[in-house]
């Protein structure tokens, strides 16, 4: 096969998961999937070794696909048929929790067994002890929703009757879980029909050879990106603010070793797993480390089975990176985001800059839910955007969600007005509490606020990174913490970190804050033209300026006047 028909073939695998990625966010039935995008797809090989392709979508699941085709194929090897789509969500072999529900649909032309198509999607309401399913409050998985443990949806082409039965009982919003299910198969549809004529047109053989090619040239980019990084020993260390349960802090840690041919993350060490639900299955942690892998040497490089040939990963069984039944992990992304989170704190100094200053790292998960009027159920679910860390030559990104959650969108204010009895009282730039400042300063997270309209809702809510906010680099100071502020009629306002299926009532209000990224170098070498803009731009008040930055600013009929080491600028107010 010449190389241009081998190009050909490989981008038309690609096209073919990029299109069932926007199918399924066009067709879906929950704000989750068509609002913010928290699903991913991608092809595997007839093997189960992993990824071939993948569109852009939620990194933390993209990265644990191939385990959902190893834990298929060890139940089902010598029975997959086609027309057969099996489902699975069983947190600890190959995935997250138990929302997160991996669909696999086996591809054949023919009589022969090409690959696999993944679709993982976030499932609204799957039952469980509270609404929307995952809680901060689990302590085991059998509160956290249905299991569906690589069971087959379709057999040979033909509705499982009484297993799709069995998942809407089990739902509180069984429209909106059946929709998106059936968008979920249906957008896979189209991914196998774009497939089957690349192999109508170019021959098996030709497309097999074409998936083996990707993955051998993933495997060579890779190990060509490993040789630039630094080769040693790097570690960190840091706390997870509590596991939902208790206020006890949770210690993790890991060492990083660099060798020419290996990037291996060790998280021995760690605590072991919690009773709490934020204990990351062991495909969640090693997707992490993917997600980081990818950053610090080629984030433009094709996530496949081969580009993560180098990577290894320890994580002792029964750790909060590696839990056993039936620990929870209805909240997994808390740890997950610290097994990213460590060795990007460990490499960041070491790396030229190809790692910003530690980010605001929690996803701020929401539900915030109820029944409308008419008696139909509806529910936000949602991360929230928050501020990212400096680089070393620039300022942290404002408003961004965190790295785990990748090509999320932040949902739309007027759908969520529209369509539930929800105001969106306030969505801003959280200016009043701050960044992490340095020569370059962190970005902002964000204020947004609901009120509740309806007569009643239910509010569950995750954060991290509240007790111990998140790092500098060289000098630069920490971030600003996550919380929330919940304002009840009659009764004082709490702030909170952690919330399960709190009862609100019409005009409740919930603010949610994200914090701040770190800063990067020492505050005293900031540039004062960047020190007035941010004073301009109301990003941070005089006084504030003054005592950080150590400048003097003087304000006269519009015309700001900043004073540092003798000398003096003028800028205009416009």
Same mark, same amino acid.
């Given at each position: 096969?010449?190389?241009?028909?081998?190009?050909?073939?490989?981008?038309?695998?690609?096209?073919?998961?990029?299109?069932?990625?926007?199918?399924?966010? $066009?067709?879906?039935?929950?704000?989750?999937?068509?609002?913010?995008?928290?699903?991913?797809?991608?092809?595997?090989?007839?093997?189960?070794?992993?990824?071939?392709?993948?569109?852009?979508?939620?990194?933390?699941?993209?990265?644990?696909?191939?385990?959902?085709?190893?834990?298929?194929?060890?139940?089902?090897?010598?029975?997959?048929?086609?027309?057969?789509?099996?489902?699975?969500?069983?947190?600890?072999?190959?995935?997250?929790?138990?929302?997160?529900?991996?669909?696999?649909?086996?591809?054949?032309?023919?009589?022969?067994?090409?690959? *696999?198509?993944?679709?993982?999607?976030?499932?609204?309401?799957?039952? %469980? @002890?509270? *609404?929307?399913?995952?809680?901060?409050?689990?302590?085991?998985?059998?509160?956290?929703?249905?299991?569906?443990?690589?069971?087959?949806?379709?057999?040979?082409?033909?509705?499982?009757?009484?297993?799709?039965?069995? &998942?809407?009982?089990?739902?509180?919003?069984? /429209?909106?879980?059946?929709?998106?299910?059936?968008?979920?198969?249906?957008?896979?549809?189209?991914?196998?029909?774009?497939?089957?004529?690349?192999?109508?047109?170019?021959?098996? /053989?030709?497309?097999?050879?074409? @998936? /083996?090619?990707?993955?051998?040239?993933?495997? $060579?980019?890779?190990?060509? $990106?490993?040789?630039?990084?630094?080769?040693?020993?790097?570690?960190?260390?840091?706390?997870?603010?509590?596991?939902?349960?208790?206020?006890?802090?949770?210690?993790?840690?890991?060492?990083?070793?660099?060798?020419?041919?290996?990037?291996?993350?060790?998280?021995?060490?760690?605590?072991?797993?919690?009773?709490?639900? &934020?204990?990351?299955?062991?495909?969640?942690?090693?997707?992490?480390?993917?997600?980081?892998?990818?950053?610090?040497?080629?984030?433009?490089?094709?996530?496949?089975? %081969?580009?993560?040939?180098?990577?290894?990963?320890?994580?002792?069984?029964?750790? &909060? *990176?590696?839990?056993?039944?039936?620990?929870?992990?209805?909240?997994?992304?808390?740890?997950?985001?610290?097994?990213?989170?460590?060795?990007?704190?460990?490499?960041?100094?070491?790396?030229?800059?190809?790692?910003?200053?530690?980010?605001?790292?929690?996803?701020?998960?929401?539900?915030?839910?109820?029944?409308?009027?008419?008696?139909?159920?509806?529910?936000?679910?949602?991360?929230?955007?928050?501020?990212?860390?400096?680089?070393?030559?620039?300022?942290?990104?404002?408003?961004?969600?965190?790295?785990?959650?990748?090509?999320?969108?932040?949902?739309?204010?007027?759908?969520?007005?529209?369509?539930?009895?929800?105001?969106?009282?306030?969505?801003?730039?959280?200016?009043?509490?701050?960044?992490?400042?340095?020569?370059?300063?962190?970005?902002?997270?964000?204020?947004?606020?609901?009120?509740?309209?309806?007569?009643?809702?239910?509010?569950?809510?995750?954060?991290?990174?509240?007790?111990?906010?998140?790092?500098?680099?060289?000098?630069?100071?920490?971030?600003?913490?996550?919380?929330?502020? !919940?304002?009840?009629?009659?009764?004082?306002?709490?702030?909170? $970190?952690?919330?399960?299926?709190?009862?609100?009532?019409?005009?409740?209000?919930?603010?949610?804050?994200?914090? %701040?990224?770190?800063?990067?170098?020492?505050?005293?070498?900031?540039?004062?033209?960047?020190?007035?803009?941010?004073?301009?731009?109301?990003?941070?008040?005089?006084?504030?300026?003054?005592? !950080?930055?150590?400048?003097?600013?003087?304000?006269?009929?519009?015309?700001?006047?900043?004073?540092?080491?003798?000398?003096?600028?003028?800028?205009?107010?416009?």
């Amino acid at each position: 096969m010449d190389q241009f028909t081998l190009e050909i073939i490989k981008n038309g695998l690609i096209v073919a998961s990029e299109e069932m990625f926007y199918a399924f966010g $066009r067709t879906a039935r929950s704000p989750v999937i068509y609002e913010v995008l928290d699903f991913a797809v991608g092809i595997t090989d007839k093997y189960g070794r992993g990824l071939v392709v993948q569109a852009p979508g939620v990194p933390g699941f993209s990265g644990v696909l191939d385990f959902t085709i190893r834990e298929v194929m060890a139940k089902w090897k010598d029975e997959i048929k086609p027309g057969d789509m099996i489902a699975t969500n069983i947190p600890y072999d190959g995935g997250t929790h138990l929302n997160d529900v991996a669909l696999i649909m086996p591809m054949f032309y023919k009589d022969i067994l090409l690959g *696999f198509i993944v679709n993982k999607g976030h499932w609204s309401e799957i039952g %469980g @002890m509270h *609404f929307g399913s995952w809680t901060s409050d689990a302590t085991e998985i059998y509160q956290e929703g249905l299991q569906l443990p690589s069971i087959k949806l379709f057999i040979e082409g033909k509705p499982n009757r009484d297993v799709i039965d069995i &998942i809407k009982a089990n739902s509180r919003m069984p /429209d909106a879980t059946l929709g998106d299910m059936d968008a979920q198969l249906a957008s896979m549809r189209v991914a196998y029909r774009r497939v089957q004529r690349l192999v109508m047109k170019y021959g098996v /053989d030709n497309v097999l050879t074409a @998936m /083996d090619k990707l993955i051998e040239d993933g495997e $060579r980019l890779s190990k060509l $990106r490993l040789k630039e990084l630094p080769k040693g020993v790097y570690e960190a260390e840091d706390y997870i603010d509590d596991d939902g349960i208790s206020d006890n802090p949770v210690y993790v840690k890991v060492k990083v070793t660099i060798t020419e041919d290996k990037f291996i993350a060790d998280f021995t060490g760690s605590s072991r797993q919690v009773r709490g639900p &934020i204990n990351s299955p062991l495909p969640a942690t090693v997707s992490a480390v993917r997600e980081i892998y990818m950053a610090v040497t080629d984030p433009y490089a094709p996530p496949n089975a %081969g580009y993560f040939k180098p990577l290894e990963v320890i994580a002792p069984e029964g750790s &909060i *990176f590696n839990p056993s039944r039936p620990a929870p992990t209805s909240t997994y992304w808390e740890s997950m985001s610290y097994a990213t989170d460590l060795i990007w704190k460990a490499l960041a100094p070491h790396v030229n800059g190809r790692l910003p200053a530690g980010h605001f790292l929690s996803i701020l998960a929401t539900i915030l839910g109820g029944v409308k009027e008419d008696g139909e159920p509806f529910a936000i679910v949602e991360p929230q955007p928050g501020g990212w860390g400096a680089s070393n030559n620039s300022d942290g990104e404002s408003g961004l969600v965190a790295s785990g959650d990748g090509e999320t969108y932040i949902a739309s204010a007027e759908v969520y007005e529209k369509r539930m009895p929800i105001l969106v009282d306030r969505l801003e730039l959280n200016v009043s509490d701050g960044t992490g400042h340095g020569k370059y300063r962190g970005g902002f997270g964000i204020i947004k606020d609901y009120i509740v309209m309806s007569e009643q809702a239910y509010l569950t809510v995750s954060i991290g990174r509240s007790k111990y906010p998140t790092w500098g680099v060289e000098g630069g100071m920490n971030g600003t913490p996550n919380y929330c502020m !919940i304002f009840k009629r009659g009764e004082e306002p709490k702030r909170m $970190r952690k919330v399960a299926s709190l009862l609100l009532y019409k005009g409740d209000k919930v603010s949610l804050r994200s914090g %701040g990224g770190g800063g990067w170098g020492n505050p005293a070498e900031r540039d004062p033209n960047l020190v007035l803009n941010d004073v301009l731009n109301e990003y941070i008040s005089v006084e504030d300026a003054e005592k !950080i930055y150590k400048v003097k600013i003087k304000e006269t009929n519009g015309i700001y006047e900043i004073d540092w080491e003798g000398t003096k600028k003028i800028r205009i107010n416009k």
